[in-house]
């Protein structure tokens, strides 16, 4: 089972999601190998569970969920390289 972020089901979250994704002009902003270009979600850039703030607007941007997903794969593997 998949458990979510309880920052994700607020209404600050569903927001501030809007705010990035129109503010990036729903592109995505990370670009890795095999990138839609366009964002429908939002990327931590320094994740939370390495200290990054969730609702910071300077460590947000939109991603596609190719590049979305395929960054979280890699935080997994080698942490220290993923941003």
Known sequence: MKRTNKIYVGSTWKRLRKVIL??????????M????G????????IPLAFGGQPYALENLR???????????????RKPSRAW
């Open 38 to 45: 366009a964002a429908t979600q939002v990327d931590h850039i």
């Open 62 to 76: 939109a991603a596609c969920s190719n590049c979305n997903s395929s960054r979280s794969n890699k935080l997994r």
């Open 33 to 36: 190998e095999g990138c839609t």
């Open 22 to 31: 129109e503010r990036d002009a729903y592109r995505c902003a990370i670009g």
